[in-house]
């Protein structure tokens, strides 16, 4: 009765691991850290599983904030149409989706908008720093996010593994006690 007590417990237990595999995701236009040098007409985020309706995306900029003039969901792809072109600047694209197994994630995507001017302007040593920053964007703090989450993902399937060999070995050692 005992053993067949643990080995339900057994299954129980080990039935919700299975199940936590995370939407994550696979591919972003702009790219994580790509510097655009054209007008953007949208953003398209592809997610490595379907997403649900109620998933929203915004953009933010160094001092403000841009809304999408409309956000298409299909299946796997969300896409953000622009009301107006974005100035020159750094900007994030932050996402939170709804995954096909109803947990919600979110994410960004650092990316930057250099777009030369029709005219050449003369400008001072101090606009041209300026300038040459704006160029290229810092992005470390979303490229290490998107480490981090992956990492994260790994870590929690190694403990799962580590705990379900555990779970059995303890199991095991009951079993023979009680022979």
Known sequence: MLKKLFVLLFLITSIP???QAHTTLLSSTPAEGENVAEALE?????????????STMTIEGESE?????NIAITED???GD????????SYRILWNIIGEDGHPIEGEVAFGVSIEAE?????SPVETEVAEELEN????SAEQAAEDEGGGNWMV??????????????IYKLLLKKE
């Open 137 to 140: 964007p810092v992005v470390e």
């Open 119 to 123: 005219e050449e302007v003369e400008t």
């Open 65 to 69: 904030s841009f809304e999408f003039a």
């Open 77 to 79: 792809t969300m896409v």
């Open 157 to 170: 399937t190694v403990l799962l593994v580590l705990a379900g060999v555990l779970v059995i070995y303890g």
């Open 82 to 89: 622009f009301k107006e072109a974005l100035p020159n600047g």
């Open 42 to 54: 949208e953003v398209q985020l592809v997610f490595g599983t379907k997403i649900e309706e109620g």
């Open 17 to 19: 691991f299975s199940v």
